[in-house]
């Protein structure tokens, strides 16, 4: 994906996201779906917690739990909806 957006910034949060994001499993290790799982949370707090610095040195955390969970929950219906092959009309 290329983005118009020139923010170094911009460009870290969303690669370390995306690295997140993939080492996600859809299952848990006894293959209980992760929205079911007790390690949900874990996953959602990877995110939540991530830790970058700005050109002054300040430490950011740019996601909150809510919109953490919805990146988590939306990877994991995205994975389905793949495998599944459907389409949106």
Same mark, same amino acid.
């Given at each position: 994906?290329?983005?118009? $957006?020139?923010?170094?910034?911009?460009?870290?949060?969303?690669?370390?996201?995306?690295?997140?994001?993939?080492?996600?499993?859809?299952?848990?290790?006894?293959?209980?779906?992760?929205?079911?799982?007790?390690?949900?949370?874990?996953?959602?707090?990877?995110?939540?917690?991530?830790?970058?610095?700005?050109?002054?040195?300040?430490?950011?955390?740019?996601?909150?739990? =809510?919109?953490?969970?919805?990146?988590? =929950?939306?990877?994991? $219906?995205?994975?389905?909806?793949?495998?599944?092959?459907?389409?949106?009309?």
């Amino acid at each position: 994906m290329k983005l118009k $957006s020139k923010s170094p910034l911009l460009n870290t949060i969303i690669s370390k996201v995306d690295d997140l994001l993939a080492k996600i499993p859809s299952h848990d290790h006894d293959a209980v779906a992760l929205e079911d799982s007790m390690n949900f949370d874990q996953y959602v707090d990877s995110i939540k917690e991530l830790k970058l610095q700005d050109e002054t040195g300040r430490e950011l955390h740019p996601f909150s739990t =809510y919109i953490a969970s919805r990146l988590v =929950y939306d990877e994991l $219906s995205a994975r389905r909806d793949e495998k599944n092959e459907w389409k949106e009309q």
